[in-house]
């Protein structure tokens, strides 16, 4: 790893010191994971891009035409949440929703709902999650092979029922 020098007006450099101290990262961590999400953004396709451009503008319209922020206001929070579906309705493909061959899929499911729901969740709860350990793990044990998952996995024992694992057991009844 490089250093690097710069120098930084008072202004920013006072913002960034409470974004550092807010986050409880260093400011040279805080600046790096800054300059890093820059870069994702920039790498993003240009619908993914104009569509995150057009939902920064949205919070401050929001504002001046609700009179509250969409996140003190439920008035304003779901004409938030209104905007962006009908932003997103403007993007949205014709065809078929089915997927095809997931290569990097984690779940068995292919309900674009549950899929939803369940990104959402993993990024609240770990930003860095599609580029951490733990995906790659997940991904890895999703795409073995089936047999490999039920069998010798100690994951799959785990997640097995009783039954399955011991099938020369009778079943206990109740009386």
Do not use: C, Y
């Not at 939902?55 to 439920?74: C, K, R, S, Y």
């Amino acid at each position: 790893m490089q250093r690097l020098k710069i120098a930084l007006p008072d202004e920013l450099r006072a913002r960034l010191d409470a974004a550092s101290a807010k986050s409880g990262q260093s400011v040279a961590e805080e600046i790096r994971s800054r300059v890093e999400a820059s870069f994702a953004r920039e790498a993003a396709d240009k619908p993914s891009a104009d569509f995150l451009a057009d939902l920064a503008l949205m919070p401050a319209e929001i504002e001046l035409e609700t009179g509250a922020a969409w996140h003190v206001h439920a008035g304003s929070h779901a004409t938030f949440t209104r905007a962006i579906l009908s932003r997103l309705l403007r993007f949205k493909p014709k065809g078929s929703m089915t997927f095809g061959p997931r290569p990097h899929a984690t779940v068995s499911t292919d309900d674009p709902n549950d899929l939803g729901v369940l990104i959402e969740a993993r990024l609240h709860q770990m930003p860095d999650f599609s580029t951490s350990p733990t995906r790659r793990l997940m991904e890895e044990e999703h795409q073995r092979p089936r047999a490999d998952r039920t069998m010798g996995s100690p994951w799959a024992l785990l997640h097995t029922p009783q039954q399955q694992r011991k099938p020369d057991q009778p079943k206990k009844r109740g009386k």
